[in-house]
């Protein structure tokens, strides 16, 4: 399962909490990135980061915090002003500048009631 | 940004019959084009990429085309097998993907026995 970690992998809150999903590696990989699933859709791009301490909003920031202190590691935090939390959510990396592969973490399902 | 369309959104063959994915993008900029493979539950996993200086790629039974004109990628898996049955995801990216991947919104790929 090669490398990249995510937890937990089914996560419940209540409305109106914030809630921290992790993200680990250890390919030695540059880059990683945030992406959201719902059913029938296709992958979203929440934020990405190419480089230890400095990270970039994609599609669908708003309502999502990240921090990327460690190369190996990138939390999202879903905050409570996310209007629609519940879905499928998916970490990848990728060696930046490389091969441009982006292997995915195994995901963890947020409920939100 | 870029906007990626997928057909069909379901696509059902017979077992050792040939199956064709279809993708459009927007961005002219997309130099970068991989297909996901994801089986229900699980994480995506890359079956097949191609750049944009290169018109077609095949491995083995999987071969993807590029039309940069036209900007239209096909995902082509011929002698189709029960293992094949999946979501298939295509997605386009300038930058090589360093900057995130656009996501179509999927193909569910069913093999009749």
């Known amino acids: 399962d090669g490398g990249i970690t995510q937890s937990p992998k089914y996560l419940f809150r209540k409305e109106g909490q914030n809630v921290t999903l992790s993200c680990e590696q250890n390919l030695n990989h540059d880059a990683m990135y945030w992406y959201r699933q719902d059913p029938g859709q296709g992958l979203r791009l929440i934020y990405y980061s190419q480089i230890v301490n400095d990270f970039q909003k994609g599609d669908i920031a708003e309502g999502y915090s990240v921090s990327r202190e460690k190369k190996e590691s990138f939390p999202l935090t879903v905050t409570s002003a996310q209007k629609n939390p519940t879905a499928f959510y998916l970490c990848?990396?990728?060696?930046?500048?490389?091969?441009?592969?982006?292997?995915f973490g195994p995901g963890t399902r947020l409920t939100v009631t | 940004g870029e906007n990626v369309e997928q057909h069909p959104s379901t696509l059902s063959v017979q077992e050792g019959d040939s199956a064709v994915i279809k993708c459009t993008y927007s961005d002219s900029a997309s130099n970068y084009f991989p297909w996901y493979k994801q089986e229900l539950g699980k994480r995506p996993q890359l079956i097949i990429d191609i750049r944009s200086n290169v018109g077609e790629k095949k491995d083995q039974r999987i071969a993807v085309t590029l039309n940069k004109t036209a900007k239209h990628f096909s995902l082509h898996i011929t002698e189709t097998q029960p293992e094949d049955s999946a979501v298939y995801f295509c997605?386009?990216?300038?930058?090589?993907?360093?900057?995130?991947?656009?996501f179509g919104k999927g193909t569910h790929l069913i093999i009749q026995p």
């Open positions: 990848a990396s990728s060696i930046d500048g490389g091969p441009y592969e982006q292997y």
């Open positions: 997605a386009a990216s300038a930058g090589g993907g360093a900057d995130g991947l656009t």
